[in-house]
């Protein structure tokens, strides 16, 4: 089975979203200085491979090239829980150090809102959605129908 038209504009749309993403993300990573220790690295590095990937499945959509897309949004989903955990954590320990009264929901509410902005490592969470979502059902790795046998996609379910 072939995709059509929109099908195809939709992935090229999802592939350029991405992109642009990867791109915008990385630059105000940079620019916030991002790149104290390994951790802090860590988005960096999977937002080019990101980009990297991304280009490949723009310009040779095969199968290794999905496989491999869907190896890193994977990634890229479990970087972003980690990475709001670690910002939480921080944020938990500065509003303690800065006020040791602090406990319970007060605390909570700094850690949300302190200096390190705890959800936005969330942002490879979404990423890394998209591009699952790129992936899905992907030509590239469809199997042909075998001549005299009717594909999986005409039978019944």
């Not at 195809?8 to 916030?32: D, P, Q, S």
């Not at 700094?110 to 030509?139: C, D, K, N």
Request: proline share 5%; glycine share 10%; hydrophobic share 50%.
């Amino acid at each position: 089975m072939t995709e059509t038209a929109i099908e195809a504009f939709c992935r090229r749309a999802l592939l350029a979203i991405l992109a642009f993403g990867f791109v915008g993300t990385e630059v105000e990573l940079f620019l916030l200085k991002h790149t104290d220790g390994v951790f802090q690295w860590v988005p960096l590095v999977l937002l080019a491979l990101g980009l990297i990937v991304t280009a490949w499945c723009a310009w040779q959509p095969g199968t290794a090239a999905i496989h491999a897309m869907r190896t890193l949004m994977v990634v890229f989903i479990v970087s972003g829980g980690v990475g709001v955990v670690q910002h939480f954590r921080g944020n938990v320990d500065y509003a303690r150090d800065s006020n040791p009264s602090l406990s319970g929901m007060a605390l909570y509410r700094e850690a949300i809102v302190g200096s390190t902005p705890a959800l936005a490592p969330g942002t490879m969470v979404q990423f890394g959605l998209l591009g699952l979502l790129f992936t899905f059902r992907h030509p590239a790795t469809r199997r042909p129908a075998r001549q005299g046998t009717a594909s999986t996609e005409d039978s019944p379910r």
